[in-house]
C-alpha cells in the first residue's frame, strides 16, 4: 500500500473563547484547580479567535493535500446557537472540493446540556453533520467513526448506545473479513488518558462502557484511536494500540498551543506529529 496522509483536528469550538472571556474568577480558579488552565483576556463577543484558527487549519489541509480531514468534535460551544454553526460550515466550505471532511461527535455538538445527548439534540446534531456513526476506507485501511457522548450518556436516548455497538462491531468483523490491514478509529472523548483500566472522570467514557469498547478493539486488532476534547495532547497506549488526544484547534486548556495534527498512514502503523496553528500565540496559562 503507499502511504497517505490524513489531518485530523479536534475542538475549534466556536465561542469558546469569547463563553470563557466572561467567566467569573472563582469559575476560572476552580477549572485551574481540576488541572484547565485558562488565559485571562477582557471580555468580548463572537468567535474571533475560532475563525482565525479554523481558517489556518483549513488553508494548511488545502496546501499538505490530505486524502481527508476529520474533526474530532466540538465543532461548537453552543449547540444551539446557529451563528456558531454557520461560522465553521462557512470556513469549511474553503477546503478544496476534492478533500473529504468527516465530522466526529463531540460532547457540545450532540448534547442538549453540553454533556447528555436527548432524542431532540440527537435529531438536531444529524440533521446538521450527518451520521454521528459510520466507517469508510481508504486503501486497505478501516476508519470508523463513533459518538462517545452517547457511549458516555445513554440514559435518554434509549437504543442508541445498543445499535452503535452492534454497529461497532460488524465493522470490525467487516474489517477483519476484508482483510483490513489496520483499523483506525475517530471519537471526541478518549477512552482513556493512562490505561484502559483508569477509573471514570470527566475527560473520558465511563468505564461501564469503555470496557465492552476496549474488549472490542482487541478481539479485532484496532491500531489506533485518534480523540479531542481535553484540549491538549495526550499519547497511551494499550496492547500495542494508540490512544491519541489532540490538542485544540480553538481554546487550548493546558501547555500545548492550538494546532492540527497529520498522520501518516503506512504499511504495519501510522506516524503522527501535532503542529502548532498560530504562531506567537501566548501559551495557555499565562496571566495578561
Ligand atoms: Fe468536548
Known sequence: MPPFNFIQLADPQFGMSASLSSRPD???ADMASRGLRVRRVAPFEGFGPETAAFEEAIAQANRLRPEFVV????????PDSSDERAEVLRIAG???????????????????DTVVPTPASMKAYRDV?????????????????????VMDHPEQVPGELESQMRFLEAELRTARKRDSSQIIVFTHYPFF????????????VAKERRMPVIELFRKYGVS??????????????????????????GFPLGDDP??????????GGVKHEYHE???GQPAAGDEE
Not at 474533526?71 to 453552543?78: I, L, P, Q, R
Not at 473529504?100 to 450532540?110: E, K, L, Q, S, T
Not at 488518558?193 to 473520558?204: A, I, R
Not at 484511536?225 to 485544540?248: C, I
Open 258 to 267: 492550538s494546532g492540527y495534527r497529520v498522520v501518516e498512514v503506512h504499511d
Open 71 to 78: 474533526v474530532c468534535g466540538d465543532m461548537v460551544n453552543d
Open 129 to 149: 453533520w450527518g451520521d454521528d456513526f459510520f466507517s469508510f476506507q481508504r486503501e486497505d485501511v478501516s476508519f470508523i467513526v463513533l459518538n462517545t457522548s
Open 94 to 112: 474553503q477546503l478544496d472540493p476534492s478533500i473529504p471532511i468527516h465530522w466526529v461527535a463531540g460532547n457540545h455538538d450532540v448534547g442538549a
Open 193 to 204: 488518558l493512562e490505561s484502559p483500566e483508569e477509573g471514570d472522570g470527566y475527560f473520558t
Open 277 to 279: 496553528l498560530v504562531k
Open 224 to 249: 489506533a484511536v485518534f480523540a479531542g476534547h481535553w484540549h491538549r495532547n495526550n499519547y497511551a497506549e494499550d496492547d500495542g494500540m494508540l490512544m491519541v488526544a489532540t490538542g485544540p484547534v
Open 26 to 28: 472563582a469559575e476560572i
